[in-house]
Nanobody, 124 residues
């Protein structure tokens, strides 16, 4: 089973950028999609973005569309989440996970192999 480790979180100001990384213990070129999710205190875990195994297809939550970009480098077994124009409401623990479906999905129940998460805090 693939193991995923997130990194790159931190404390930034509104309008700043951050790039999160999700390193996999196995080749990300194996045929599975990867997704980013986030969970703020007192809220449910929500979908942020997903990318197909080839990197050719992506999906984003409406709240981050146009500000976040998901990408993957299978040679480095890593998926990235580039975040621009960060807002205080983006504050959360960010997780990556492996998709269990062939198509890109947003349902948290259709992902497994969750990482431990990385904290992103955006101050106003």
């Amino acid at each position: 089973q693939v193991q995923l480790v997130e990194s790159g979180g931190g404390l930034v100001q509104a309008g700043d950028s951050l790039r999160l990384s999700c390193a996999a213990s196995k080749r990300t070129g194996d045929n599975y999609n990867l997704g980013w999710f986030r969970q703020a205190p007192g809220k449910e875990r929500e979908f942020v973005a997903a990318i197909s195994w080839s990197g050719g297809s992506t999906a984003y939550a409406d709240s981050v569309k146009g500000r976040f970009t998901i990408s993957r480098d299978n040679a480095k077994n890593t998926v990235y989440l580039q975040m621009y124009s960060l807002k205080p409401e983006d504050t959360a623990v960010y997780y990556c996970a492996r998709g269990m479906m062939n198509e890109l999905v947003m349902d948290v129940q259709l992902y497994n192999s969750w990482g431990q998460g990385t904290q992103v805090t955006v101050s106003s």
